[in-house]
């Protein structure tokens, strides 16, 4: 059974830092795809930075050069995701997912939500101006 589990979430002053973790297992082969997405009160889901198929990173706009994603794999089978998060601002408020999807569905749409079929339960960020 696939399971992500998504820790690191917590409040920071505008500036400040955050790392975001993820722990995912449950399946015997490498996801095509995984990532972060977040949704801020009362706003859509959005990706925010993902691992797709080719392996290169992908972030959306507002957070490129300020976050950076990564990953390891030093368990068989189990993959942990890492979200670094600098210079935060208050609009980076907002509960951050883990996703992962296994199929191709995600090939050519890394930062759409509907791409993805299994995620985290979410870790809340805030930041404070």
């Known amino acids: 059974q696939v399971r992500l589990v998504e820790s690191g979430g917590g409040s920071v002053q505008a500036g400040g830092s955050l790392r975001l973790s993820c722990v995912v297992s449950?399946?015997?082969?490498?996801?095509?795809?995984m990532g972060w997405f977040r949704q801020g009160r009362g706003q859509e889901r959005e990706g925010v930075a993902v691992?797709?198929?080719?392996?290169?990173?992908?972030?959306?706009d507002s957070v490129k050069g300020r976050f950076t994603i990564s990953q390891d794999n030093a368990q068989k089978n189990v993959w942990t995701l890492y979200l670094q998060m600098d210079s935060l601002k208050p609009e980076d408020t907002a509960m951050y997912y883990c996703?992962?999807?296994?199929?191709?569905?995600?090939?050519?749409?890394?930062?759409?939500?509907?791409?993805?079929?299994?995620w985290g339960q979410g870790t809340q960020v805030t930041v404070a101006s």
């Open positions: 996703a992962a999807e296994w199929t191709g569905a995600c090939r050519s749409r890394v930062l759409v939500e509907s791409a993805y079929t299994y």
């Open positions: 449950g399946n015997t082969w490498s996801p095509y795809c």
């Open positions: 691992f797709g198929t080719g392996g290169n990173p992908t972030y959306t």
